[in-house]
C-alpha cells in the first residue's frame, strides 16, 4: 500500500518530508512484530501511528487497545495492566483480567509511557522479554503473545539519566523508534489542514467553508502551535462558528490565536544547551535554583553591612533589587548607618531605628531532600492531609505527592 493511499484511509493531511519518512518507516515495520517507539509532542496525532501500525501488521483480525499511562494512578496500574486476584487489596472483591491477558494475540498501545512508575516498568519489561506477567496478588506464572507500541512527549534517555525511567526497558522498547513532526516544523501542511477542518466544520453546521487571505495565511504559517494539531482544529471550529465574515484577514485571524506566553521561571544552564528547556521536568532543580539564588542575596547583603562598618560613613542607600515584592511596599527607603569613627570593635548597627546586634554567622542547611520534605510537610499541615490540595498548592501532580511521601516515609499528618 502506497503512503497516499494509507494517508486517505486514515485521515492524514500534509505533504512534509517529515511525516513521510515517519509514515514510511510506520509501514515498513508494520510487519513486524518489533516494538515501536512513537515520539513527537502533544497533539501530533501520535495514536493515528500506532493505529496504522496494527491495521498493517497480522495481527489486524486481533484486539487493539490504547492504555493512557498518564492517566491511571499508581496504586492501581499495574491492576489495570496485569490484573489481580480477589482480595488481593482493597476494594478487590473479584478477579480480574489485565489489559496484557484480554488482548492477547493483539496489540497495546502505552501512551505517556513516560509517566509509568518505575515498579510497572520492572513488570512491562518481563512481559517484552519473555512474555510472561503475574496478576496482582497471584503467584501463578501466565503467559501473553501481545505486541507493545508505546509513545511518549519527554525525552526519554533524559530520563534515564535521572533515574525516572529504566534505561533497560528504554532500550527495549525503542527497537524502531518513530518521531512525528511537530505542526511548526511542517508549515507548509498547516494550510491544507485548516482548509480540511474547515471544509468538515462548515458541513457539520450547515454553514459555507471561511476562506483565508494572503496575509490571514501567513499569520497562521508563522504561529508556533504549541498544542500542534489538536490545536489548529480548535482555532478552524471557533472560527467556523464565531466568524461572521467568510473570507478572513489577518486583522479577523488575530484575536483567535492564543498569546504567546512566555517563561519567566529561572532558567537553569545545561552543558548541552538545546535540552535546556527540559530542566523543569525535575522540581529539585527548581527548588535548588531558587535556595541558591536566596543564599547569593544574603551572602551579598553581609558583605555590604561589613564593608560598612569597617570603612565607617554616614549612610548607605540599599538597593531595592536585594527585597522582594512584600519590602518593596515600604515609603522609606531602608538606610544603614554606620558610626562615625572607625573601630576595631564591632558596634551595633541601627536600621530603620531598630537594633540589630554583632554580627552572627548561621549556616542553614542547604539539603534540597530537606528542604523539599519540610515544604510537603508544612502543605500537608496546611491542607489537614488532603492531598490533592496540598499537591495543587505544591505546583505538583497528585500521583508525584503520593511517590514522595512514600520516598520520605511521611505519614499524613
Do not use: W
Not at 487489596?89 to 492477547?104: I, L, M, P, Q, S
Request: proline share 5%; glycine share 6%.
Amino acid at each position: 500500500m502506497d503512503i497516499q493511499s494509507i494517508k486517505n484511509r486514515f485521515g492524514i493531511i500534509g505533504n512534509s518530508p517529515a511525516l513521510n519518512h515517519a509514515l514510511n518507516t510506520a509501514v515498513q515495520v508494520a510487519a513486524t512484530d518489533l516494538t515501536v517507539l512513537i515520539n513527537g509532542e502533544s497533539g501530533v496525532g501520535k495514536e493515528v501511528f500506532s493505529q496504522i501500525i496494527h491495521a498493517l501488521s497480522a495481527r489486524k483480525h486481533n484486539p487493539f487497545i490504547a492504555v493512557n499511562c498518564g492517566a491511571i494512578p499508581e496504586g492501581t496500574i499495574d491492576s489495570e495492566l496485569f490484573g489481580h486476584e480477589k482480595g488481593s487489596f482493597t476494594g478487590a472483591v473479584d478477579a480480574r483480567k489485565g489489559y496484557f491477558e484480554t488482548v492477547n494475540g493483539g496489540t497495546i498501545f502505552l501512551d505517556e509511557i513516560g509517566e509509568m512508575p518505575l515498579g510497572t516498568q520492572a513488570r512491562l519489561l518481563r512481559v517484552l522479554e519473555t512474555g510472561e506477567f503475574i496478576r496482582v496478588g497471584s503467584s501463578k506464572v501466565q503467559k501473553t503473545d501481545v505486541r507493545v507500541i508505546a509513545a511518549t512527549n519527554k525525552e526519554l534517555l533524559e530520563y534515564t539519566q535521572n533515574n525516572k525511567f529504566r534505561e533497560d526497558l528504554y532500550y527495549r522498547l525503542n527497537t524502531v523508534p518513530i518521531r512525528v513532526p511537530a505542526l511548526r516544523d511542517r508549515k507548509e501542511d498547516i494550510p491544507l489542514l485548516f482548509r480540511k477542518f474547515t471544509v468538515d466544520f462548515a458541513e457539520r453546521y450547515k454553514t459555507a467553508p471561511v476562506q483565508l487571505e494572503e496575509d490571514a495565511k501567513n499569520l497562521l504559517i508563522t504561529y508556533p502551535f504549541p498544542g500542534n494539531v489538536r490545536e489548529l482544529k480548535n482555532i478552524a471550529e471557533q472560527i467556523s462558528v464565531l466568524s461572521t465574515n467568510k473570507k478572513i484577514t489577518a486583522k479577523e485571524l488575530a484575536p483567535f490565536l492564543p498569546e504567546r506566553s512566555f517563561n519567566r521561571l529561572p532558567v537553569l544552564a545545561h552543558p548541552n544547551g538545546a535540552a535546556a528547556a527540559n530542566d523543569f521536568s525535575n522540581e529539585r532543580e527548581i527548588l535548588y535554583k531558587l535556595f541558591f539564588d536566596m543564599k547569593r542575596d544574603v551572602t551579598e547583603l553581609k558583605k555590604m553591612f561589613l564593608e560598612v562598618l569597617q570603612n565607617g560613613g554616614g549612610s548607605v542607600q540599599m538597593p531595592t533589587h536585594f527585597f522582594n515584592e512584600q519590602v518593596l511596599h515600604e515609603p522609606k527607603p531602608l538606610e544603614v548607618h554606620a558610626p562615625v569613627h572607625s573601630s576595631a570593635n564591632v558596634q551595633p548597627v541601627l536600621m530603620n531605628n531598630d537594633e540589630i546586634h554583632d554580627h552572627i554567622e548561621v549556616e542553614e542547611s542547604l539539603n534540597i531532600m530537606d528542604k523539599e520534605k519540610e515544604l510537603i510537610i508544612k502543605a500537608l499541615k496546611k491542607h489537614k492531609s488532603k492531598r490533592r490540595d496540598a499537591a495543587l498548592d505544591l505546583g505538583i501532580s497528585e500521583r508525584t505527592l503520593y511517590r514522595k511521601l512514600k520516598e520520605y516515609d511521611i505519614e499524613d499528618l
